[in-house]
């Protein structure tokens, strides 16, 4: 993969990085809440079949996803983990309620981390504000039986991917296990524009650079009054969002330079796969994967 050209001295300061703020900033700024606070996406995420063309039938929502972790921490008797860039989301408060277990998470978004909080009083603990490329988690080494982390890494670097896996491997414990949730790099972008309608923009294929078609953001930007707007970049004006797509094979490289390994042998629905890959799209179209990597 290319070294990182745009990490200018310190992590956690990445052109990924500090679009990811400006938008969950502008988005709030129009909409009031970011997009994950929106009950009907939490319902769906639970309950409907957001996923399509999967490489195995029945990856359907992210509870598929939840319910493999599950199988997989079923012999313990306690289970401990992180929620790795938990934004608002409901996993902690569910994974607590729902099946005991002793799970936090840690965010960069103070108004995310602050609305979880309102959300989820029971749990209000359990959701910290804390920048996880500045700093390290503040975990113990090998105490974690496992960290979800969906749809964080797309606003990382390779840099930043390397040190946030290495992290995350020192927490865990061996055998422990990682459900990575990611958008995922494909050869041909141009095909996913002509089905979807959606425009994108790719700066650098091979790197997985690619700006994309965001409907909130185009939203929220035509609510800004003019002054606002021209302090925006001339693509942000136009919706584009950027984003990082990692490819698997890039992806695994990394994983496995930090101590992971991909899991294998795991069920989903009623079929069997070797290795816990699981690739297939969201909603949108926006090509994804599921990986389950096992701290060696
Ligand atoms: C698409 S949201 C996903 C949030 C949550 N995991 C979910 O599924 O709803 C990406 C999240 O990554 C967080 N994030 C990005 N960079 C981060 C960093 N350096 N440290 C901690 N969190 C970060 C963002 O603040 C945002 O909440």
């Excluded at 988690?137 to 890494?153: G, H, R, T, Y």
């Excluded at 707007?229 to 992806?251: A, M, V, Y």
């Amino acid at each position: 993969m290319n070294p990182d050209k745009h990490n200018n001295g310190g992590l956690g300061n990445s052109i990924y990085q500090i679009e990811s703020q400006q938008y969950y900033a502008l988005l709030r700024e129009v909409h009031n809440k970011v997009f994950s606070f929106n009950p009907q996406r939490i319902q769906a995420e639970k309950t409907a079949e957001r996923y399509h063309n999967g490489n195995v039938e029945g990856i359907d929502n992210l509870y598929t996803f939840i319910n493999i972790l599950k199988e997989q921490m079923k012999d313990k008797a306690e289970v401990k983990g992180v929620d790795y860039g938990c934004g608002n989301h409901f996993f902690i408060d569910d994974a607590r309620k729902q099946f005991g277990w002793d799970v936090i998470g840690y965010d960069v978004d103070e108004v995310a981390i602050k609305e979880a909080k309102e959300k989820y009083p029971e749990n209000a603990d359990r959701y910290i504000h804390l920048d996880l490329l500045k700093n390290k988690i503040p975990l113990e080494d090998k105490s974690q039986d496992f960290v979800f982390c969906n749809a964080v890494i797309q606003h990382f670097s390779d840099t930043e991917v390397g040190f946030s896996l290495g992290d995350i491997a020192r927490i865990l414990k061996p055998g422990g296990i990682l459900a990575l949730v990611f958008k995922r790099n494909i050869d041909d972008w141009k095909g996913f524009s002509v089905k979807t309608g959606l425009k994108v923009k790719v700066l650098d294929a091979k790197e997985g650079k690619i700006k994309i078609e965001d409907e909130p953001m185009k939203k929220a930007i035509q609510e800004l009054d003019d002054h606002k707007k021209s302090t925006l970049n001339k693509d942000t004006q136009e919706g584009l969002r950027l984003f990082h797509f990692f490819s698997i094979e890039g992806i695994t490289d990394i994983a496995k330079q930090k101590g992971f390994d991909v899991l294998k042998n795991i069920e989903v629905g009623n079929e069997k796969l070797d290795k816990a890959i699981l690739t297939y799209r969201s909603g949108k179209g926006i090509p994804a994967a599921t990986i389950f990597f096992l701290r060696l």
